[in-house]
């Protein structure tokens, strides 16, 4: 598929000259500097990178969002990462965006790509059916540089319904537990690479992504990082928007490929399954406490979105329960 042209234009502004402390060589020659005299004209701030697999239609909306950013527009590129698409996305080389291929099947292996490519001393990470707000970037910049010992952001994640008057059991639930970023950030310390943000010379230090993950290569990363000495922090005015999964079918398949990765970083580390009988037995319960706090919580919305976001719970609970058994089990883990 060919991405449309108009949503490629850019003005050809001067790139401002930006200093980031603690740039390694290997990150200087990334940005074809191995003097490490940054001029100007040859100089951007942030690589955004997307990997994206068969769905050509969302990218094309998030391409309109980094068309609208506030920052310059000549201050970043765009490296957007087929990683095998039945289609094959196309995009003009236009010394702005670029499409790169990775056949190893995984987003994890399909951010590397954008890693290995990119030309700035920021990699900022979303996902094809991510919106970028218009101050995303600029946000994440200015504070990136107000804190030059900070190495990585992680930027809020709002979860938005396709009919914000006919949500689905599905919607108002995600609304609910869809991407928690401050938690993740502050109390497990990664960030959902929907909204990831590092300094490349953090890449050179520690490591890419680890390919072997179909899922939680987030939080092996960040806990990785973290670990080794690099600071992350929760940066909400750098928001993007994500559209809410509307049925039951999407969000247990999402329910099985994060449970998989969960199980496959426990294999990763050495540890045990992270999902023992007992815990599973557990989940055979109904959740009748989690369904009276939802029927009385007027936050969720009017009682027939309550009595939905109900449904949800029954459902998503024993999913997870299934899952449980199920993967101790089956050793695939879907993309």
Not at 89 to 109: N, Q
Not at 147 to 175: K, N, W
Not at 193 to 199: E, P, S, W
Not at 278 to 284: E, H, V
Request: charged share 25%; with cysteine.
């Amino acid at each position: 598929m060919r991405i449309d042209k108009a949503i490629l234009r850019r003005s050809k502004d001067r790139v401002d000259r930006v200093t980031v402390a603690g740039e390694s060589r290997a990150t200087r020659e990334r940005c074809g500097d191995t003097d490490g005299q940054y001029e100007g004209n040859n100089r951007m701030k942030v690589s955004v990178v997307i990997p994206v697999f068969n769905d050509h239609s969302s990218l094309e909306r998030c391409l309109a969002g980094l068309e609208q950013q506030t920052l310059s527009s000549n201050d970043f590129e765009v490296i957007i990462v087929d990683n095998g698409s039945s289609e094959p996305v196309r995009v003009d080389y236009d010394g702005h965006h670029r499409v790169e291929v990775e056949t190893r099947p995984g987003s994890y292996a399909a951010r590397n790509k954008g890693i290995a490519v990119a030309r700035a001393p920021i990699i900022a990470f979303t996902d094809a059916d991510c919106i970028p707000s218009p101050g995303w970037l600029a946000s994440a910049v200015a504070f990136l540089n107000d804190h030059p010992d900070v190495a990585s952001i992680g930027g809020s994640v709002q979860v938005f319904p396709q009919d914000p008057e006919h949500r689905t059991p599905i919607e108002i639930y995600e609304a609910e537990h869809g991407f928690p970023q401050q938690v993740y950030v502050e109390k497990r310390r990664f960030a959902a690479t929907a909204n990831l943000l590092v300094r490349s010379n953090v890449f050179d230090a520690v490591g890419t992504f680890s390919s072997d993950l179909r899922s939680g290569g987030d939080v092996e990363f960040g806990n990785r990082s973290i670990d080794a000495g690099y600071p992350m922090r929760y940066v909400a005015s750098a928001m993007v928007r994500h559209p809410a999964r509307r049925s039951f079918e999407s969000y247990t398949k999402k329910q099985r490929r994060t449970m998989s990765g969960t199980r496959d970083l426990a294999s990763l580390r050495g540890n045990p399954y992270p999902y023992p009988i007992p815990g599973a037995m557990r989940n055979l319960l109904p959740p009748f406490r989690s369904i009276l706090r939802a029927i009385g919580d007027p936050t969720i919305g009017p009682l027939k979105d309550r009595l939905k976001y109900s449904v949800a719970i029954v459902v998503t609970h024993y999913a997870r329960a299934f899952y449980r058994f199920f993967l101790r089990r089956n050793g695939s883990s879907p993309r």
